[in-house]
């Protein structure tokens, strides 16, 4: 049952490409408020995962989603965005050729159906929330990497969804960008935006996430706080692989 | 000299027109719309049907207003008919020249068989020469020369300023992203389109008006329009008006001095030669 206090439940959520099943019969549920991490090796289906609930590209098999009240596994994606779910690629997806604030603003215009004083108030407020109002009028495409991580997070967050979906927003980034990024992260949810988070460098999965699912094979293998999945030998030997888990302890 | 001049941004103003259409199609959605000189004839007889007396005899204004509202829907026709059922498939550049050229054959063909063969003109909006600098010119040519970079103008307003203007050229840099951002690409791509159908109905009416209006019209100044969107460089809006004006300056000149025979040698081994230097255009971007 759906509650107020849930944001989103997936139940047997699956896909099949032939004969190969990337997502096997997930369920899961996100409270409103909190951040839950998804952690598995490559392949392991989260980005599917990630598809399927967002539809774009392309919709589940099997399974129900229901966010906030509405089932949304057989809406076109811009309907479910407009509900206030959002997502981002881990692949860069802003617009090399408009400028910073054009690329958050046609997230306003089309994923929240903003316009007038509201949408230039929400770019604004968008702008200063991920630190990019001095660079508004730059090009996209001229930014840094960690710069372009933000703007792809903030045409996103200008569209102010209840449920945000990152995928590996901290790849490609050192080690103090990977710090600056978890405090950002930490300050989307202050926000008031509940947060799915897949991440490869478990520190900062670890660190921010309330509870940690485990996927392989498209499989939902376990769940629970970080504490105890950082700590569960199943976990541990097969599917993180020892010397993650050493970094990790080591941190 | 002066004569020249006037000719080349004559044919350049029409030529930016249809161009830019085109170039907007290909940046959207990367194919080319063969039927595109097509709608430019449909354009154009539209407006003579609803402003000459031989037909609805409204006047040109009327015409002209008929034309414009006619072509955002008969772009939209087109895209619904000829381009959307093959969006996602493997060839769809291949396929929608086929079925670009088929629709623009057809149209050829239901115009002969509605109006018939006998040359057509629409009136001048201004009558009478003018003279500026001392070469004199048709007031209807200056008004061309004038018109078009307002036009154009306005569709680089639309493009950056407007929500479909914005969608539009989100595309054309990255499909994915756009829908990551909600933008109902299909719808995009109809808008798209629309505004490209519009500008060529323009550009018709001011054929007609300048020159004469027959089933075939769209054709000689549909093969320039690709020479300009080559030239000035795939999906540059600029790097197409720029080509453009060049183009239409260049094949005066040479009809001018070496003759309209050799006019086709000129304005191809300019081409050739830019596009060896440039292989992506005057302004094009680099695959």
């Given amino acids: 049952m759906t509650t107020t206090e849930t944001i989103i439940e997936v139940r047997g959520l699956g896909k099949s490409f032939g004969s190969l099943v990337a997502v096997d019969d997930v369920s899961?549920?996100?409270?409103?408020?909190?951040?839950?991490?998804?952690?598995?090796?490559?392949?392991?289906?989260?980005?599917?995962?990630?598809?399927?609930?967002?539809?774009?590209?392309?919709?589940?098999?099997?399974?129900?989603?229901?966010?906030d009240g509405h089932r949304i596994d057989r809406l076109k994606p811009h309907r479910i965005m407009r509900l206030g779910l959002a997502r981002t690629f881990q692949k860069e997806t802003s617009f090399a050729k408009l400028t910073v604030e054009q690329n958050i603003r046609l997230g306003g215009v089309y994923g929240a159906g903003l316009r007038g004083a509201a949408l230039q108030a929400a770019i604004e407020a968008t702008l200063e929330m991920l630190e990019l109002a001095p660079l508004r009028n730059e090009l996209a495409g001229s930014l840094p990497v960690f710069q372009t991580k933000h703007l792809m997070i903030a045409s996103a967050m200008v569209a102010r969804p209840r449920l945000l979906l990152l995928d590996e927003p901290a790849s490609g980034l050192n080690s103090i960008e990977q710090a600056?990024?978890?405090?950002?992260?930490?300050?989307?949810?202050?926000?008031?935006?509940?947060?799915?988070?897949?991440?490869?460098?478990?520190?900062?999965?670890?660190?921010?996430?309330?509870?940690?699912?485990?996927?392989?094979?498209?499989?939902?293998?376990?769940?629970?706080?970080?504490?105890?999945?950082?700590?569960?030998?199943?976990?541990?030997?097969?599917?993180?692989?020892?010397?993650?888990?050493?970094?990790l302890h080591a941190t | 000299m002066g004569a020249v001049i006037v000719a080349g941004l004559v044919s350049g103003s029409i030529y930016a027109l249809i161009a830019s259409g085109l170039s907007l199609v290909w940046g959207a959605l990367g194919v080319f719309n063969f039927a595109h000189g097509a709608l430019l004839m449909v354009g154009a007889f539209v407006a003579w049907w609803v402003s000459d007396p031989a037909g609805l005899g409204l006047g040109l204004f009327a015409g002209i207003l008929a034309c414009m509202i006619f072509m955002v829907a008969a772009g939209a026709v087109l895209y619904v008919l000829l381009v959307r059922p093959w969006i996602g498939t493997p060839a769809v550049e291949l396929t929608v020249i086929m079925t670009t050229v088929a629709g623009a054959m057809f149209l050829e063909n239901l115009a002969l068989l509605i109006f018939g063969a006998r040359l057509k003109a629409l009136d001048q909006v201004v009558t009478g020469t003018v003279k500026i600098a001392g070469t004199a010119m048709q007031a209807q040519n200056l008004l061309v020369i004038i018109l078009a970079p307002v036009?154009?103008?306005?569709?680089?307003?639309?493009?950056?300023?407007?929500?479909?203007?914005?969608?539009?050229?989100?595309?054309?840099?990255?499909?994915?992203?756009?829908?990551?951002?909600?933008?109902?690409?299909?719808?995009?791509?109809?808008?798209?389109?629309?505004?490209?159908?519009?500008?060529?109905?323009?550009?018709?009416?001011?054929?007609?008006?300048?020159?004469?209006?027959?089933?075939?019209?769209g054709n000689e100044p549909l093969l320039r329009a690709f020479l300009v969107v080559v030239f000035g460089g795939l999906g540059s809006l600029p790097g197409t008006i720029i080509a453009a004006y060049l183009i239409g300056l260049i094949e005066a000149a040479s009809s001018y001095y070496i003759g309209i025979y050799w006019t086709p040698v000129a304005l191809f081994t300019v081409l050739i030669v830019i596009l060896l230097v440039r292989p992506n255009g005057l302004l094009g971007r680099s695959a």
Wanted: hydrophobic share 50%.
């Fill in chain 1, 180 to 247: 600056d990024l978890q405090r950002l992260i930490l300050r989307l949810r202050d926000s008031g935006t509940s947060i799915l988070l897949i991440e490869h460098i478990l520190p900062l999965l670890f660190g921010v996430s309330e509870r940690v699912m485990v996927m392989d094979f498209g499989k939902k293998l376990t769940e629970g706080p970080p504490s105890e999945i950082a700590r569960d030998p199943q976990v541990i030997e097969a599917y993180l692989g020892g010397k993650a888990m050493e970094n």
């Fill in chain 1, 28 to 67: 899961f549920t996100i409270r409103r408020g909190e951040i839950l991490g998804i952690a598995g090796p490559n392949g392991a289906g989260k980005t599917t995962l990630f598809n399927l609930i967002t539809r774009n590209p392309f919709g589940p098999d099997r399974g129900e989603v229901v966010f």
């Fill in chain 2, 151 to 217: 036009l154009l103008g306005a569709l680089a307003l639309f493009l950056k300023l407007s929500k479909h203007g914005l969608a539009i050229r989100a595309i054309a840099q990255n499909d994915e992203a756009a829908r990551l951002l909600g933008i109902r690409v299909e719808v995009t791509y109809l808008v798209t389109f629309a505004v490209s159908a519009l500008l060529a109905g323009v550009a018709g009416v001011m054929i007609g008006g300048l020159f004469n209006i027959t089933p075939s019209m």
